[in-house]
């Protein structure tokens, strides 16, 4: 149980086009979502939490025009980098709290591999 | 002082042996511990999960905690090649934060044949 899915793993697009990400809970259902990027050798650094049915929370320095993020529905939340740069390749992973007891767990997704040439 | 301390390692162990892995706080405000599996390119892995001081055992994995040193610890028997990871301790902020995560550095390990 408790499995997280991606869409896609990996993508490449031109610079100043937009890039969706789909984050899917596939076997319960998520009140919150997060959104974090990796660079290379470094620590996941957390971008924003969502909330079902209300606006995202950024963290601070992350632009949210930028990085419009949609949590429409108890198991799907999208990440849409708008106007790419090549500074926003990275690797974008989400994650879902857990319904557990206290329910404070974290599960990954996999992770989006974004290449912006 | 930072939140959280965990050695970065990189820690290297021969096949079969235990490993320790520890995390240090400083926030008494953290009430649930976890321990995540990070292999390259991939996403965390939950390994542990425990809100009480005392010892969780899963498998070949197990998660220590004692609240009163504010000191979290993973051990991991029998270690394998495929235990070659980056480990992260992580806390959630849950007051007023919706839970997010506060994670350690990572502590890389490598498990040699």
């Known amino acids: 149980g408790a499995v997280v899915s991606q869409h896609p793993s990996w993508v490449i697009c031109k610079s100043g086009t937009s890039v969706k990400i789909e984050c899917r809970s596939l076997?319960?259902?998520?009140?919150?979502m997060f959104w974090y990027r990796q660079f290379p050798k470094q620590s996941l650094m957390l971008m924003a939490t969502?909330?079902?049915?209300?606006?995202?929370?950024?963290e601070q320095g992350v632009e949210k025009d930028k990085f419009l993020i949609n949590h429409a529905s108890l198991t799907l939340s999208t990440l849409t980098v708008t106007s790419a740069h090549p500074e926003d390749s990275s690797f974008y992973i989400c994650?879902?709290?857990?319904?557990?007891?206290?329910?404070?767990?974290?599960?990954f997704g996999p992770g989006t591999r974004l290449t912006v040439t | 002082q930072k939140e959280v301390e965990q050695d970065p390692g990189p820690l290297s162990v021969p096949e079969g042996a235990i490993v320790s892995l520890n995390c240090t706080y400083s926030?008494?405000?953290?009430?649930?511990f976890m321990w995540y599996r990070q292999y390259s390119r991939k996403g965390p892995e939950l390994l542990m999960y425990?809100?009480?001081?005392g010892n969780k055992e899963d498998g070949r994995f197990t998660a220590q905690v004692d609240k009163s040193s504010k000191y979290i610890s993973l051990f991991i028997r029998d270690s394998q090649p495929s235990d070659s990871a980056t480990y992260l301790c992580?806390?959630?902020?849950?007051?007023?934060?919706?839970?997010?995560?506060?994670f350690g550095q990572g502590t890389e390990l490598s498990v040699k044949p």
């Open positions: 926030n008494s405000a953290f009430q649930y």
């Open positions: 994650s879902a709290r857990g319904t557990s007891s206290g329910g404070y767990e974290q599960y």
């Open positions: 076997d319960f259902q998520a009140t919150t």
């Open positions: 425990t809100y009480s001081s």
């Open positions: 992580a806390f959630p902020m849950i007051y007023n934060q919706g839970g997010k995560l506060i």
């Open positions: 969502s909330n079902e049915g209300s606006k995202a929370t950024y």
